[in-house]
């Protein structure tokens, strides 16, 4: 059954580090997303990407945060300047989308622990 | 905006006893409605959906319907197992006008042997 894979598991660096978490979406899905979860709670929407650019953004996803799909497959979260707040679980998810029916498809998620 | 509202966790119930789980939202137009369930060290996966008013969702014994005059979709089983431990996610997709699903807050279930 075709999955969304995230790349890597985990990441441990050091607040002021770059960081880019990657994730291979299903491969005819149409929409994209990040969405990251803090201790395992409230699971918090960042970005959403269609036809190579983003859709919709939250608060959240300021001017240190991007998002591009660089080569058709892979889809990319970098943080630019990391702080300890962002230290959470960031979800990639897909949508097939030729209706929309909101329907994601989560990867299992990239850990970023910031010290 | 729209918003999900569930109620809070942890639920703890014993093998084989009825749950609930409630969940309701404020949306403007008509938007799709969601369980999502995360197992221990796992993403989120989707459970069941409703697209429209009136319509259930079901799935491995879960079910939820659709309720717009109370703008609600409560997620129900009718026994449960110890394999059923998990955080429950209520979820709105606005379909339409939009692409930002919003998630409830999460409801912790323990089932105990």
């Known amino acids: 059954e075709p999955e969304v894979t995230q790349t890597p598991s985990h990441q441990v660096t050091q607040m002021g580090q770059e960081v880019i978490l990657r994730c291979v979406p299903i491969s005819n899905h149409l929409y994209f997303y990040w969405y990251r979860q803090i201790l395992g709670q409230k699971v918090e929407f960042l970005v959403s990407?269609?036809?190579?650019?983003?859709?919709?953004k939250s608060e959240i996803f300021d001017d240190q945060f991007s998002v591009e799909r660089p080569d058709g497959s892979n889809f990319t979260l970098k943080i630019r300047s990391t702080k300890l707040e962002d230290s959470a679980m960031y979800f990639c998810a897909s949508e097939l989308g030729d209706t929309r029916t909101g329907e994601l498809f989560f990867g299992e998620g990239s850990r970023l622990t910031v010290l | 905006g729209n918003s999900v509202t569930q109620m809070e966790g942890p639920v703890t119930l014993s093998e084989e006893a009825f749950l609930t789980i409630n969940c309701t939202y404020t949306a403007t137009g008509y938007p799709s409605l969601f369980w999502y369930v995360q197992y221990p060290g796992e993403g989120l996966q989707l459970l069941l959906k409703?697209?429209?008013?009136?319509d259930k969702g079901s799935n491995k014994g879960f079910e939820a319907t659709y309720r717009k005059e109370t703008t609600s979709f409560h997620l129900e089983k009718g026994s449960v197992q110890v394999s059923d431990s998990a955080v429950y996610f209520c979820a709105l997709s606005p379909v339409t006008g939009g692409f930002k699903t919003i998630f409830g807050a999460g409801t912790r279930l323990f089932v105990k042997a």
């Open positions: 409703a697209t429209k008013a009136d």
């Open positions: 990407f269609y036809n190579n650019e983003i859709s919709e």
